[in-house]
């Protein structure tokens, strides 16, 4: 399974952005998808997660600004940021996982390549 992460950019505050997850040679559809991000000098975090059956998780620094979600017709997941912080800044990892959905990476079992967020004025 190769993961495709996209749609990263350089937002102002209080921007949005829309990163997308894609798989190559497999569908996401039937496993749990997480997003984690990985800020310049620190650790890599669990952002959101989304299960088989469509059950969402959040890390509280994000929750009620961001949403994960499900394209079963395009095998794709989507993490929708809204009201971007400069703490928002990273780089962004879509990763999948056989097993369960959970907001830790030793959950999960393929990543992709990350795609780098920058909220800056």
């Known amino acids: 399974v190769q993961l495709q992460a996209s749609g990263g950019g350089l937002v102002q505050p209080g921007g949005s952005l829309r990163l997308s997850c894609a798989a190559s040679g497999s569908t996401l559809n039937d496993y749990a998808i997480g997003w984690f991000r990985q800020a310049p000098g620190k650790e890599r975090e669990g952002v959101s997660c989304?299960?088989?059956?469509?059950?969402?998780y959040y890390a509280v620094s994000v929750k009620g600004r961001f949403t994960i979600s499900r394209d079963n017709a395009n095998y794709t997941v989507y993490l929708q940021m809204n009201s971007l912080k400069p703490e928002d800044t990273g780089v962004y990892y879509c990763?999948?996982?056989?097993?369960?959905?959970?907001?830790?990476?030793?959950?999960?079992?393929?990543w992709g390549q990350g795609t780098q967020v920058t909220v800056s004025s």
């Open positions: 990763a999948l996982s056989l097993a369960i959905a959970t907001l830790y990476e030793a959950g999960y079992d393929y």
């Open positions: 989304i299960t088989s059956s469509d059950n969402t």
